[in-house]
């Protein structure tokens, strides 16, 4: 894990609310697995203490790229931020999804809103290890949906103006009635409510699952135990989201 102070190379708006930001972060880009997540310093002056976590959503050579919802002061500030402005930025954080598994040869890779941060990464480095793809987003409607860097994609929005209507849950339900593919293992990430269905739905067709759990967060390096997530086993009853996660065995967690 580093520390370091990063040149804003670009942002940019790619959906509705939603925001794409290039870094040039030499130390920190080559490091970055997939699923782990980066916590940065947005703005020194109103919040000084306060960083916000953020998945990688890809990485080219120096470059580290991130995706972004604007949703409070901390999301705002950083959607002003310009070409040439500087970002501390701590990472790469977390415990990366399990890719190698060779338990698996279909990764079924499931996204909620901005949920889809983390699967570009995910998908190039599945792609590499020779696994098959497919994509299940969900989002609000058409105009939020992001889907470059993605294989096999299909859809669900709230409102049905693209895709499905209905959850990505719903989705899944679809795609699996017309056929479970070979050998699967899901990646989920997105909203809590979300990730618990796609938990319910991996046990129901008994299908290994991990999770990337969203929350808030505080240090994002297992000091000030703000991001507690409950488990199932007894003898440890908590896990840290920003040390012990944010991915997780779906069936360790206390839904
Ligand atoms: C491991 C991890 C990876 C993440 N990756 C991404 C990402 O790639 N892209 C992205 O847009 N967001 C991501 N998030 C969520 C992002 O960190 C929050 O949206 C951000 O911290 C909000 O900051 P803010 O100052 O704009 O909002 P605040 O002013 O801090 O909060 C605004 C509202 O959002 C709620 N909120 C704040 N943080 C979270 C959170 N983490 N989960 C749910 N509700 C929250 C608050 O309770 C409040 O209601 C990730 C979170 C985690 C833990
Ligand atoms: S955010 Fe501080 S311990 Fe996890």
């Not at 931020?81 to 890779?109: H, I």
């Not at 409102?159 to 699996?176: I, P």
């Not at 067709?205 to 759990?213: A, K, L, Q, R, T």
Request: glycine share 10%; charged share 20%.
């Amino acid at each position: 894990m580093l520390q370091t102070s990063c040149p804003v190379l670009s942002l940019t708006a790619v959906a509705e609310n939603v925001f794409l930001l290039v870094l040039d972060a030499p130390e920190i880009a080559p490091l970055v697995r997939p699923g782990q997540f980066l916590n940065v310093r947005i703005d020194e002056t109103s919040d000084p203490l306060l960083r916000r976590p953020f998945s990688v959503y890809r990485t080219e050579g120096n470059r580290l790229e991130l995706l972004f919802n604007v949703v409070g002061r901390g999301t705002h500030a950083l959607a002003e931020k310009r070409k040439g402005d500087r970002l501390d930025v701590l990472g790469p954080l977390g415990v990366p999804f399990t890719l190698d598994d060779p338990g698996f040869t279909t990764a079924v890779l499931v996204a909620g809103g901005l949920g889809v941060a983390p699967m570009p990464i995910t998908t190039r480095e599945l792609l590499l290890k020779g696994k098959a793809v497919r994509t299940f987003l969900g989002a609000r409607n058409k105009g939020s949906l992001v889907t470059t860097h993605l294989v096999q994609v299909e859809i669900a929005t709230d409102d049905g103006s693209e895709g499905l209507r209905g959850t990505v849950v719903d989705l899944l339900e679809r795609a699996f009635a017309s056929g479970v593919p070979a050998r699967p293992k899901i990646f989920a990430c997105g909203p809590h409510p979300m990730l618990k269905a796609v938990a319910a739905f991996a046990v129901r067709f008994d299908i290994p699952c991990e999770v990337s759990m969203e929350g808030p967060m505080g240090c994002g390096i297992g000091i000030c135990q703000g991001c507690p997530v409950e488990l199932t086993n007894p003898a440890k009853k908590y896990a840290l989201m920003c040390k012990d996660g944010p991915t997780f065995d779906a069936r360790t967690i206390r839904w």
